[in-house]
């Protein structure tokens, strides 16, 4: 009897229906390619919607560390003027475990060569943008110009954020 027992319940184990799927890298990209062509078509809400509630952007500036909130207050006065931001993705690294995708790109902008690094999470079966770093390229033979014209904003900053 425990013989049968255990034959049934091996069976009904192998009936069962897997729910998770598998990893989509082409569904991932669309979502990114998405969020950025929300901003090239400042198209507000696809872009706010693509991030999780929680999000966090990173921009350029040593002062935007922007919750999703905050961010959408500061970025709103750009998709209202029906031009917000363009940028066109050079290549792109994902990376993934089940629940979370984190990737590198280069992007071609309006400030020349930037890098964006993001983390998404999914919820339900939605990839959710849960943080977001945008970087300005600066080539290793231009630093130290860069550096002297960035010298005094950058100390300014320091004080700020100290």
């Given at each position: 009897m425990i013989k049968y027992s255990?034959?049934?319940i091996l069976?009904?184990?192998s009936c069962t229906i897997k729910t998770d799927k598998p990893f989509?890298?082409?569904?991932?990209?669309?979502?990114?390619?998405?969020?950025?062509?929300?901003?090239?078509?400042?198209?507000f809400d696809t872009y706010f919607g693509l991030m999780a509630e929680d999000a966090h952007f990173i921009g350029t500036d040593a002062t935007e560390n922007?919750?999703?909130?905050?961010?959408?207050?500061?970025?709103k006065p750009f998709f209202d003027?029906?031009?917000?931001?363009?940028?066109?993705v050079l290549d792109r690294n994902i990376y993934?475990?089940?629940?979370?995708?984190?990737?590198?790109?280069?992007l071609d902008?309006?400030?020349?060569?930037?890098r964006g690094s993001r983390v998404?999470?999914?919820?339900?079966?939605?990839?959710?943008?849960k943080h977001y770093v945008l970087s300005l390229t600066i080539p290793n033979t231009t630093i130290n110009q860069v550096k002297k014209i960035n010298d005094s904003i950058t100390k300014k900053s320091l004080l700020q954020l100290k």
């Open positions: 255990l034959i049934i069976l009904l184990q989509n890298e082409q569904v991932v990209n669309n979502t990114l390619n998405s969020w950025h062509k929300a901003a090239s078509d400042a198209d922007w919750t999703k909130t905050a961010f959408m207050q500061f970025a003027k029906g031009k917000a931001w363009d940028f066109t993934h475990d089940a629940k979370t995708v984190w990737f590198d790109e280069r902008t309006w400030m020349g060569i930037c998404l999470q999914k919820e339900a079966d939605t990839w959710k943008i």
